[in-house]
């Protein structure tokens, strides 16, 4: 019988430590919050204009990609530049059943 109690005690006392916490956290103003009103004009991203090496990492990464995708997307010099495509067109690979590739999207031109 006190083994009972002694557990419903326990288990009572960590349901309050739970609700107490629960309404702590979330109670506790946010101060990494920020308000979009106040912030500066070109400051919509505070957290790339604190790391230089990110943000011209991502520029660097979306010019990449822009050219990636004029250079697939040259029809007069049309060569592909995904290795699947190359096997696709090999026959060693197949296309998805629209005809286009199943890594960069490309639609397949088959003869």
Known sequence: MPVII?????ALLMLIGLVVLV???LCKPDKDEYDEDSMEEG???????KNPELA???QKSFANQ???VTSTM???NYMFEC?????IQMGEN??????TCPHCGTTMDRD
Request: proline fraction near 3%; charge should be negative.
């Open 66 to 68: 822009v050219q990636m």
């Open 43 to 49: 400051q919509a991203f505070p957290g790339l204009s």
């Open 74 to 76: 040259d029809r007069e």
């Open 23 to 25: 309404f702590i956290i």
């Open 56 to 58: 011209s990492a991502l």
């Open 94 to 99: 197949m296309a998805y059943s629209d005809n």
């Open 83 to 87: 290795l699947t495509c190359h096997l």
């Open 6 to 10: 002694i557990v419903f005690g326990l």
